[in-house]
């Protein structure tokens, strides 16, 4: 990333992600607040307010999850002052409760919220159709299909958000959030940031029984006069063809569908409506585009969202409109999709030759059969595989002791216990959940139930899984992953960190404070890297006859090289001792780290360039083989 | 006509780095680009892509099969994993460097006869779909350039050898200077060096390059 084009004063051209464009955009709406919980697809979002931080006069935080950050964003728009938030598709599950409420209570100054689903689950646990949100809470939805149209869109939104008095969702996907193009930069025009008086604003944001009926009423009001107004929205574009066949589509999809006509041969001679208000939907706009059609091609990713509602409006105005979608089985409902898969859609929806992808793809693959996959690992140096191996040692003395075990998993960075060669976990479901489950399980099974969770997933969500155990007596063994940073999203600050957004000193809360003041008896912590002395302590939790928490702490490697960097401290790495070692495969048997691989005589050898010089191979060494590089002075 | 280039490599070879030079090289030029770009879950040492789309006529952030121009990939075995993306007779522009993923090793010791896949059987294979193969020792070069995380910046040198990759020298050197860290400027200078001249050497003698001053 370039910060300086986002910072740019100059309207010109510029190369930006489509989180950059979304940060740009806000800036240009003159954003006085934003606040964040790091999720991919969205997470350069955060990451890119608080480089810029130090520029502008904007408050900014991370916090501790996504309903805090959208209360955050809430608590500035009822003050009359625009704000912004983006979060991950399941992330606004957890915002939900928060969000079903402003549609009711509505906001004074812009309030935007960037949701980012996650179609291919390519780093998510599943593929939601955050769609849904929208109608549901009768909260109006722009989706944009570049990075242009993500800046564009996010500066409209907070003028919608402020004359309609209602928070605007901008839904994004990961090929959009994590596509780059030119962007044209506009107007960047700051005004100082001032401290309003609340009681000269003559507000009220409650809701409850009566209060929430009448609202109601209001909320359908503006959704009507919404709709009415997307009819003329410059984010519904149509191209009209000489032809009885149209295309309606939206995000992404649309850029794909114009790179399936191109591949068909088929540019310009498709009617196309590509919908940027997608709640409500510009319902007139839909029936002028389809009353002399014939065909309607509905490319759309995940659920038939678009496609359910056309054919409602089709019934009144074209009845005989053959709709093709994920209901005709043209397309799936399931994974993300490129420009062969919906050019295979359009080619058989129309009844034209395509000569498909599958030939390509197949005999591809037989030229790979060579190759070893490559899955997710632990970064050379992190702290979880240090805290892995001994957990693992610890268990195995345990199983043979006639101790068995369920292993609850948690979303982080150790999430990638379940990959290969790992490949270890009984379930791993979203933010906290492995305490939450571990509070059943522990009444249910014989097992002794391990429960895994890392420092941004604690303050997040385990809290009140880990009270209510306390509270119900429940017995368990919970390990706590505390490298410092919310490590996997890109090595944000969190509540374990000392630093908050923008780098600025922050107060840095005491996971095992918090454990003992709750009641939990049995809080020990101990070093990640300290293997050996780990997997006494992890037997103890095990044989606890309570619930027992251990905080594995180590900062993130990343996170700790780049402090290192910036000390001018070196990153000094082993190498193994061709002499001594008698490859007895230890360090590859247990530990799985990048930077080992065989030698030509099929001994370990270091990588000096991916060694992090964490020491733990050394430390597991049985006969001392690996040793420090010596640096010369 | 546009230029599709597939880029792909191992988490922390600076893959995100190389398509932000070459596409704020674009914007200074005017030329239209657009890219798609996966990272997910790969912090470090997992698989990463890059599809980067330069011209009018490109319009999804993802390359169709069958259609990149270019397949650029900073570490061997990757090259292999999106070869349905590359043109048949499209042009290869590998790295010789080899790094092999720890379920490979940890096959290796387990399963008797297995062994590691080598340069070598991945070029054999490569050639079944194009004879346009070209293999850089780019950890060399950047060593020789005096920061060994200059590999993309090697490649990105190859890169700008060639006829079909039209964008502006000028501009992508001075986009170098300023999306790497000051202190690296110079390294970084000399590793694009390093890279056109060695793509002189070797790829200039398969496909179309520019003249050297």
Same mark, same amino acid.
């Given at each position: 990333?370039?910060?300086?084009?986002?910072?740019?004063?100059?309207?010109?051209?510029?190369?930006?992600?489509?989180?950059?464009?979304?940060?740009? #955009?806000?800036? %240009?709406?003159?954003?006085? $607040?934003?606040?964040?919980?790091?999720?991919?697809?969205?997470? %350069?979002?955060?990451?890119?307010?608080?480089?810029? /931080?130090?520029?502008?006069?904007?408050?900014?935080?991370?916090?501790?999850?996504?309903?805090?950050?959208?209360? $955050?964003?809430?608590?500035?728009?009822?003050?009359?002052?625009?704000?912004?938030?983006?979060?991950?598709?399941?992330?606004?599950?957890?915002?939900?409760?928060?969000?079903?409420?402003?549609?009711?209570?509505?906001?004074?100054?812009?309030?935007?919220?960037?949701?980012?689903?996650? *179609?291919?689950?390519?780093?998510?646990?599943?593929?939601?159709?955050?769609?849904?949100?929208?109608?549901?809470?009768?909260?109006?939805?722009?989706?944009?299909?570049?990075?242009?149209?993500?800046?564009?869109?996010?500066?409209?939104?907070?003028?919608?958000?402020?004359?309609?008095?209602?928070?605007?969702? !901008?839904?994004?996907?990961?090929?959009?959030?994590?596509?780059?193009? !030119?962007?044209?930069?506009?107007?960047?025009?700051?005004?100082?940031?001032?401290?309003?008086?609340?009681?000269?604003?003559?507000?009220? =944001?409650?809701? /409850?029984?009566?209060?929430?009926?009448?609202?109601?009423?209001?909320? /359908?009001?503006?959704?009507?006069?919404?709709?009415?107004?997307?009819?003329?929205?410059?984010?519904?574009?149509?191209?009209?063809?000489?032809?009885?066949?149209?295309?309606?589509?939206?995000?992404?999809?649309?850029?794909?569908?114009?790179?399936?006509?191109?591949?068909?041969?088929?540019?310009?001679?498709?009617?196309?409506?590509?919908?940027?208000?997608?709640?409500?939907?510009?319902?007139?706009?839909?029936?002028?585009?389809?009353?002399?059609?014939?065909?309607?091609?509905?490319?759309?990713?995940?659920?038939?969202?678009?496609?359910?509602?056309? +054919?409602?409006?089709?019934?009144?105005?074209?009845?005989?409109?053959?709709?093709?979608?994920?209901?005709?089985?043209?397309?799936?409902?399931?994974?993300?999709?490129?420009?062969?898969?919906?050019?295979?859609?359009?080619?058989?929806?129309?009844?034209?030759? =395509?000569?498909?992808?599958?030939?390509?793809?197949? %005999?591809?693959?037989?030229?790979?059969?060579?190759? *070893?996959?490559?899955?997710?690992?632990?970064?050379?140096?992190?702290?979880?595989? #240090?805290?892995?191996?001994?957990?693992?040692?610890?268990?195995?003395?345990?199983?043979?002791?006639?101790?068995?075990?369920?292993?609850?998993?948690?979303?982080? +960075?150790?999430?990638?216990?379940?990959? *290969?060669?790992?490949?270890?976990? @009984?379930?791993?479901?979203?933010?906290?959940?492995?305490?939450?489950?571990?509070?059943?399980?522990?009444?249910?099974?014989?097992?002794?139930?391990?429960?895994?969770?890392?420092?941004?997933?604690?303050?997040?969500?385990? !809290?009140?899984?880990?009270?209510?155990?306390?509270?119900?007596?429940?017995?368990?063994?919970?390990?706590?992953?505390?490298?410092?940073?919310?490590?996997?999203?890109?090595?944000?600050?969190?509540?374990?960190?000392?630093?908050?957004?923008?780098?600025?000193?922050?107060?840095? !809360?005491?996971?095992?404070?918090?454990?003992?003041?709750?009641?939990?008896?049995?809080?020990?912590?101990?070093?990640?890297?300290?293997?050996?002395?780990?997997?006494?302590?992890?037997?103890?939790?095990? @044989?606890? @006859?309570?619930?027992?928490?251990?905080?594995?702490?180590?900062?993130?490697?990343?996170?700790?090289?780049?402090?290192?960097?910036?000390?001018?401290?070196?990153?000094?790495?082993? =190498?193994?001792?061709?002499?001594? +070692?008698?490859?007895?495969?230890?360090?590859?048997?247990?530990?799985?780290? *990048?930077?080992?691989?065989? @030698?030509?005589?099929?001994?370990?050898?270091?990588?000096?360039?991916?060694?992090?010089?964490?020491?733990?191979?050394?430390?597991? +060494?049985?006969?001392?083989?690996?040793?420090?590089?010596?640096?010369?002075? | 006509?546009?230029?599709?280039?597939?880029?792909?490599?191992?988490?922390?070879?600076?893959?995100?780095?190389?398509?932000?030079?070459?596409?704020?090289?674009?914007?200074?030029?005017?030329?239209?680009?657009?890219?798609?770009?996966?990272?997910?879950?790969?912090?470090?040492?997992?698989?990463?892509?890059?599809?980067?789309?330069?011209?009018?006529?490109?319009?999804?952030?993802?390359?169709?099969?069958?259609?990149?121009?270019?397949?650029?990939?900073?570490?061997?075995?990757? &090259?292999?994993?999106?070869?349905?993306?590359?043109?048949?007779?499209?042009?290869?522009?590998?790295?010789?460097?080899?790094?092999?993923?720890?379920?490979?090793?940890?096959?290796?010791?387990?399963?008797?006869?297995?062994?590691?896949?080598?340069?070598?059987?991945?070029?054999?294979?490569?050639?079944?779909?194009?004879?346009?193969?070209?293999?850089?020792?780019?950890?060399?070069?950047?060593?020789?350039?005096?920061?060994?995380?200059?590999?993309?910046?090697?490649?990105?040198?190859?890169?700008?050898?060639?006829?079909?990759?039209?964008?502006?020298?000028?501009?992508?050197?001075?986009?170098?200077?300023?999306?790497?860290?000051?202190? &690296?400027?110079?390294?970084?200078?000399?590793?694009?060096?390093?890279?056109?001249?060695?793509?002189?050497?070797?790829?200039?003698?398969?496909?179309?390059?520019?003249?050297?001053?």
């Amino acid at each position: 990333m370039v910060l300086k084009d986002v910072l740019s004063k100059e309207k010109k051209a510029a190369f930006m992600l489509g989180n950059e464009a979304i940060v740009r #955009g806000a800036l %240009e709406a003159d954003v006085k $607040v934003a606040a964040f919980y790091p999720g991919a697809p969205t997470s %350069e979002v955060l990451d890119t307010f608080s480089d810029a /931080l130090g520029n502008f006069d904007y408050q900014m935080e991370i916090t501790t999850n996504e309903k805090v950050a959208l209360e $955050v964003c809430a608590g500035a728009a009822f003050a009359g002052v625009r704000s912004l938030t983006a979060m991950k598709s399941v992330g606004t599950n957890v915002a939900s409760d928060t969000l079903f409420v402003l549609g009711y209570t509505g906001v004074k100054g812009g309030l935007v919220i960037v949701m980012a689903d996650d *179609p291919h689950a390519h780093s998510s646990q599943s593929e939601q159709d955050g769609r849904f949100f929208a109608p549901n809470a009768y909260i109006p939805m722009l989706e944009p299909s570049s990075p242009q149209e993500a800046k564009d869109m996010v500066k409209k939104a907070f003028e919608i958000s402020e004359k309609h008095r209602v928070p605007v969702i !901008i839904r994004t996907v990961t090929r959009v959030n994590h596509q780059s193009g !030119i962007v044209q930069l506009g107007e960047l025009n700051r005004s100082e940031f001032k401290k309003v008086k609340w009681k000269e604003l003559n507000e009220e =944001y409650t809701t /409850l029984g009566s209060v929430a009926r009448r609202k109601k009423l209001k909320m /359908l009001e503006r959704t009507a006069k919404l709709a009415e107004e997307f009819d003329e929205s410059e984010f519904n574009l149509t191209k009209q063809a000489d032809s009885d066949v149209g295309v309606i589509t939206s995000s992404v999809s649309y850029l794909h569908v114009l790179e399936a006509l191109r591949m068909l041969k088929l540019q310009n001679k498709v009617n196309i409506l590509k919908l940027g208000t997608t709640y409500p939907l510009p319902k007139n706009t839909i029936k002028t585009f389809i009353k002399n059609l014939k065909k309607v091609i509905v490319v759309e990713e995940l659920s038939p969202y678009l496609e359910k509602e056309l +054919c409602a409006i089709a019934k009144d105005v074209n009845p005989d409109l053959a709709v093709f979608g994920k209901n005709s089985g043209v397309f799936s409902e399931a994974w993300e999709y490129n420009p062969n898969i919906v050019a295979r859609g359009i080619a058989s929806a129309m009844g034209v030759e =395509y000569a498909g992808h599958e030939a390509i793809v197949e %005999e591809a693959g037989k030229f790979k059969e060579v190759i *070893p996959d490559r899955y997710p690992t632990f970064c050379a140096g992190c702290p979880h595989r #240090g805290t892995f191996v001994a957990l693992n040692q610890a268990l195995k003395i345990q199983v043979a002791k006639g101790q068995e075990h369920y292993f609850s998993n948690d979303i982080g +960075c150790y999430s990638m216990w379940i990959f *290969p060669p790992i490949s270890r976990g @009984d379930s791993s479901l979203c933010m906290g959940a492995s305490v939450g489950v571990a509070n059943g399980l522990s009444h249910v099974i014989e097992e002794r139930v391990v429960a895994v969770v890392g420092d941004s997933t604690f303050f997040h969500a385990a !809290i009140p899984a880990l009270i209510n155990a306390v509270h119900n007596g429940n017995k368990f063994t919970m390990l706590i992953l505390d490298n410092s940073v919310t490590a996997m999203t890109g090595q944000q600050f969190n509540p374990s960190t000392e630093f908050i957004a923008g780098g600025r000193q922050g107060k840095k !809360i005491s996971i095992e404070n918090i454990c003992k003041a709750i009641g939990v008896e049995f809080v020990e912590i101990v070093d990640s890297y300290d293997v050996k002395g780990n997997v006494e302590v992890f037997r103890k939790a095990l @044989d606890y @006859d309570g619930l027992a928490v251990v905080v594995s702490r180590r900062e993130c490697a990343l996170y700790g090289d780049r402090n290192k960097r910036r000390r001018g401290e070196k990153i000094v790495p082993f =190498y193994v001792d061709k002499e001594m +070692c008698k490859r007895p495969y230890v360090c590859l048997r247990t530990f799985y780290c *990048p930077a080992y691989e065989l @030698d030509e005589d099929r001994q370990p050898r270091i990588s000096p360039e991916l060694c992090d010089g964490c020491s733990v191979c050394a430390r597991l +060494c049985p006969i001392k083989s690996v040793k420090r590089t010596e640096v010369k002075a | 006509m546009s230029l599709n280039i597939f880029i792909c490599g191992v988490g922390g070879q600076g893959l995100v780095l190389l398509t932000t030079v070459i596409g704020n090289a674009c914007a200074k030029s005017g030329a239209k680009v657009v890219t798609g770009e996966m990272y997910g879950l790969s912090q470090r040492s997992g698989a990463v892509s890059v599809h980067l789309r330069i011209g009018e006529d490109a319009f999804s952030p993802l390359i169709p099969y069958g259609e990149a121009d270019i397949l650029l990939s900073l570490e061997a075995i990757e &090259t292999l994993r999106y070869l349905e993306y590359l043109k048949k007779d499209g042009v290869v522009l590998m790295n010789k460097r080899v790094m092999h993923p720890p379920i490979e090793t940890s096959k290796i010791i387990t399963e008797k006869g297995s062994k590691y896949v080598t340069l070598e059987d991945i070029v054999a294979k490569l050639r079944g779909w194009t004879q346009n193969i070209a293999v850089v020792d780019a950890l060399k070069l950047a060593k020789e350039s005096g920061n060994v995380r200059t590999e993309n910046t090697v490649f990105l040198g190859c890169l700008s050898a060639l006829e079909a990759f039209k964008v502006d020298e000028k501009a992508i050197r001075e986009s170098i200077s300023e999306a790497v860290p000051k202190k &690296t400027v110079d390294q970084n200078l000399k590793a694009f060096d390093l890279g056109k001249e060695s793509a002189h050497g070797s790829l200039c003698t398969l496909v179309p390059c520019r003249p050297l001053p």
